[in-house]
């Protein structure tokens, strides 16, 4: 009867550890191009002892990451009016895909607490990895060209500040505009001046068809106000926009005034700003990290 107690009381110990579950962190930070997750083991809680049961919580961390993460990727915003789970009711993606892009992740092994009561694992996904899967043309898009020559000056760059709330086109409100992986740019006469097609697919593979940055990144103590890799990007010359307004059901995508949307097109180094990515999208820093 005692050992029939015993393997009793272990046993629900067991099943009372299944039905614990993890604690589970993510966040998307836009201005890193990166997601963070994080899943945490609360062992007592779970039936499990060390040192023996080290192997088994790594175990379980391992086979829950996948499925805790999964809803999380599925609402990953794509463009203004789609998420990934969007795309793959649609049949755009399989569905196969989100686990594909959990273990895309760079993962740093689960480590004990302090007090050897909770174990933890880290998992880091590149935005970019996620993007890439859905650049899939072989050449970049036409980009419209004036009918009338516009003096337009050589830039090396385009920057355009977006961090407060704006008028919402269409709409009688305001609002902050959000990223997106695809972001459009539309001016004022709502003609598409840039959308992920826009870029060349190898370059929108490598580091994004955009980059956020928040509002300091661009007035940095150097000639062009920027420095490192944002500088690399844009150049010593950047064309600095003011957006008008936000577009979108989600409000991704920044309108900006026509005659500067003249200043892009009218020359085609400057069309190959578009073509290479050089784009830099200013959002309030609030919105950069979900």
Known sequence: MKKFLILFFFVLAILKGFGQEPDFQFSVNWERQEIHAAVS?????MGIGLPMGRTRGEERIAAEYPRLIRPRLLAVPVDSSATLGDLIDRGELPLSAPAEIALSAQRIPPTLSPDLESMSARYTISLNTLGAALLRHRRP????????????????????????????????TRALPLPCLFPKIWDTEMNLIYERNTVEAEI?????????????AIFRPTPSGLEGDLADLVGPNPLRIIAREVFGS?????????????????????????????????????????
Do not use: F
């Open 41 to 45: 083991l609360h062992l007592a809680s």
């Open 141 to 172: 898009a036409e980009i419209d060209r004036t009918l009338i020559p516009v003096p337009a000056a050589s830039y090396t760059g385009i920057i355009i500040i977006a961090n407060e709330e704006l008028p919402l086109h269409g709409r009688n």
């Open 204 to 216: 929108g593979q490598s580091r994004g068809m955009i980059r956020y940055v928040s509002e300091g």
């Open 250 to 290: 989600r409000p991704t995508d920044p309108v900006i005034d026509r005659a500067d949307a003249l200043l892009i097109i009218a020359t085609e180094g400057n069309r190959r700003l578009l073509r290479e990515g050089r784009v830099v999208l200013v959002l309030h820093e609030k919105a950069l990290v979900e």
